[in-house]
């Protein structure tokens, strides 16, 4: 029989308009087939940039001139040019449990990165003092992976923080921003941002898809002057074919209309999954991180391993992913094995069996 994938690393790629796409692409090709040749700008194509300008500042509340926004096919391209456009020695701080894939990727470039802990509202201000970096990277809006959302009152902490000294910024990557389910949605850090302190990274990963490989990052005025004379003869990542279908596919509202209709397919999996798990678990689990997004964490009782759990899951024919891989330097001990649950590629039918299936692979 088949598989039920809990997998927080896919969209529902069934779900996506592609015939709506390929009408925007095909609009592309019959009006600006000329922009094919245009790859001469490094931040991307102006009008494009425009439209995700409006985009953000409509959805997120973000304030930015297109001029700020650069283009990039994917999140660490795009932290890859940040890094370059501060001092070689910066130190870099990040979410502990946290995106261990940006974690690697720092070390790797040689980049001085330590990590800080969370408490219930997200990055923690105590810890961020005693580390006292340049640069903290952050994931606000719905932690990654805890799923925590940072409230008003800690954006705000945070960005008193970064005041205090003239080398200090925050990276807010708000990559799962789009799906906001109890609390109506908070505005991007960026928003409350006067010093030219946030730099603001999105990406279409998870509103469309990962494979478009299209994200953003919107820099400071200051640090756009750096990156005009740094990056000046670079030529941009993402395929102007793309960035044109993109820019099509936001103006003509294909982009709003998706996000609607995915956002109450999901809301509705969200519940259904909710629900099947406390009937079938009751307290012998624990959710947490499902106010946004598309995963939220869950803790099981039991005296299982997560080593065991997850083989008993493979045998169940169930794809799970733990939260081992997220604690980058210090694994929590004190909870039970904890689970990153996605429910973007669990259709509802699935959901019961799935439920079922992932009580036997731990209890079973
Ligand atoms: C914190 C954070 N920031 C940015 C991104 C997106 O990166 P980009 O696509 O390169 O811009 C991810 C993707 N994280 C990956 C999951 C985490 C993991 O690797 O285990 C991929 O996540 C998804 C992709 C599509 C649909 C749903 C989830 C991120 O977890």
Avoid at 88 to 95: A, D, L, Q
Avoid at 222 to 242: E, G, I, M, N, W
Avoid at 284 to 301: D, Q, V, W
Wanted: with cysteine.
């Amino acid at each position: 029989n088949h598989w039920i994938s809990f997998s927080h690393m896919a969209t529902d790629t069934m779900q996506f308009p592609f015939d709506r796409w390929v009408h925007c692409e095909q609009r592309v090709i019959k009006h600006s087939r000329e922009q094919m040749n245009n790859i001469k700008h490094p931040q991307g194509l102006y009008s494009v940039r425009e439209s995700i300008c409006r985009l953000i500042s409509l959805t997120r509340g973000v304030k930015c001139f297109p001029e700020q926004i650069v283009l990039g096919a994917g999140t660490h391209f795009l932290m890859q040019m940040f890094i370059r456009l501060i001092p070689e020695n910066s130190t870099v701080s990040m979410e502990d449990p946290g995106y261990n894939r940006i974690y690697t990727f720092l070390k790797n470039e040689q980049v001085n990165v330590q990590t800080f802990g969370l408490d219930d509202k997200g990055a923690s201000i105590s810890d961020i003092r005693r580390l006292n970096p340049n640069v903290v990277y952050i994931t606000p809006s719905h932690q990654f992976p805890t799923g925590r959302l940072m409230p008003i009152a800690r954006r705000v902490q945070l960005l008193n923080w970064a005041m205090e000294s003239n080398f200090r910024y925050i990276l807010e990557d708000d990559y799962d921003s789009e799906f906001k389910y109890e609390s109506d949605t908070i505005p991007a850090l960026q928003s409350l941002d006067t010093f030219e302190k946030v730099i603001y990274m999105g990406c279409f990963s998870k509103s469309l898809m990962p494979g478009l490989r299209v994200s953003y990052m919107i820099l400071p005025q200051h640090l756009l002057y750096v990156f005009r004379k740094k990056y000046a003869d670079f030529f941009q990542s993402c395929s102007v074919l793309t960035q044109l279908t993109l820019q099509e596919f936001i103006d003509s509202g294909e982009y709003q209309k998706h996000i609607k209709r995915m956002k109450q397919l999901y809301q509705e999996r969200r519940e259904m999954l909710m629900l099947a798990l406390e009937t079938r678990f009751g307290d012998k689990m624990k959710i947490e991180g499902a106010n946004a997004g598309l995963h939220f964490r869950i803790t099981f009782e039991t005296e299982r391993t997560t080593e065991h759990i997850l083989k008993r899951a493979k045998e169940e024919k169930i794809e799970l992913y733990s939260m081992n891989p997220f604690y980058l330097t210090n694994p929590e001990s004190n909870q039970g094995p904890s689970f990153v649950l996605g429910f973007a590629k669990l259709p509802k039918e699935h959901i019961d069996e799935g439920v079922n299936r992932l009580y036997r692979a731990i209890y079973g």
